[in-house]
């Protein structure tokens, strides 16, 4: 088990090191090696606790040269003198969406596994720059993984990610799927209760005298179904 742990950990700081070399990791992406990168990470973050951190810094590092790399300036620079072809430019920039979605997976693994603050805090710092069918993507996967019982710091820093401004237009959005509405209605139910919608004399309640938690819901749903709750 020792042996296994230090081979491990030992690929993930010949990782952490590669994936700065001239796109690496796209290149890997289109190649047979990168499932069995992906699979390793996924091992350490599975078998060894003390390695999540380490698979966590490894995912941060590949979200920003892959981010780097699908941008205009980037042929010529991370690229490592990559040609101006612009098919080569759109490979390089699909490559690295794909690459992206592969990274908010093992982020949500990372959460699934009770490693929260600090992909939470990290996927805070790049909402604003994350594209926003990626940020969708996050909180339908998200709410597909969780149930409750929830701990108070996971009920603390997910409300304040979804409260954020980013992610309130996304999650509002006409695109954010039904499953994933549902899932927010889930989360807010089993973490705060079901949202008063009467008064004592049973009429509704203002939306703008609800929490902004609860009319989040009732947006998300309301696009989501094409009804009210």
Excluded at 102 to 126: A, Y
Excluded at 155 to 171: D, F, H, K, N, S
Aim: proline fraction near 3%.
């Amino acid at each position: 088990m020792r042996e296994s742990s230090l081979l491990s950990r030992i690929f993930l700081s010949w990782l952490e090191v590669k994936i700065h070399e001239n796109l690496f990791v796209i290149r890997a992406k289109q190649l047979s090696v990168y499932p069995v990168i992906m699979q390793i990470l996924v091992v350490g973050m599975n078998t060894y606790v003390s390695q999540r951190h380490q698979c966590l810094q490894i995912i941060k590092n590949i979200f920003k040269v892959v981010s780097q790399a699908a941008s205009s300036d980037d042929a010529t620079g991370i690229g490592g003198g990559l040609d101006r072809d612009s098919h080569r430019e759109k490979d390089v920039s699909e490559t690295s969406l794909s690459i992206r979605q592969d990274l908010i997976d093992l982020l949500i693994h990372l959460i699934g596994k009770g490693f929260i603050s600090e992909p939470f805090l990290f996927f805070r710092e790049h909402i604003d720059s994350m594209d926003k069918a990626l940020i969708r993507s996050f909180f339908v996967k998200l709410f597909g993984v969780i149930a409750a019982p929830y701990s108070t710091e996971f009920v603390r820093v997910l409300t304040q990610v979804l409260l954020l401004p980013r992610a309130r237009e996304c999650v509002e959005s006409t695109y954010f799927s039904t499953l994933g509405a549902k899932g927010l209605k889930q989360f807010r139910n089993d973490a705060f209760g079901p949202p008063e919608v009467k008064d004592r004399k049973g009429g509704i309640v203002p939306m703008e005298q609800r929490t902004l938690l609860d009319v989040l819901v009732v947006s998300s749903l309301r696009i989501a179904k094409g009804t009210a709750v």
